[in-house]
């Protein structure tokens, strides 16, 4: 997937996050209900959630990069 011949940034790690995202969407939003029937929003236990599936999908993007550069 080509998005510019002329990077800004790493566009392919931010897009292999993204779609890591849409992957784990289902569960992740099926989690987050549960959490937030006993947490505010944006609060507590729902903050470590958020950082938890941020690190969970960075995780995997460093795999998933790691993979492409080993297969060429
Ligand atoms: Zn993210």
Not at 34 to 53: S, V
Request: net charge positive; aromatic share 12%.
């Amino acid at each position: 997937m080509l998005i510019t011949n002329k990077p800004f940034r790493n566009e392919e790690s931010t897009i292999i996050h993204e779609l890591l995202h849409l992957l784990l969407w289902e569960y992740d939003t099926f989690s987050e209900k549960i959490i937030l029937k006993n947490c505010e929003e944006f609060k507590g236990d729902h903050i470590k959630y958020m950082n938890k599936l941020e690190k969970t999908v960075a995780k995997f993007t460093t795999i998933f990069l790691n993979l492409n550069k080993k297969n060429g």
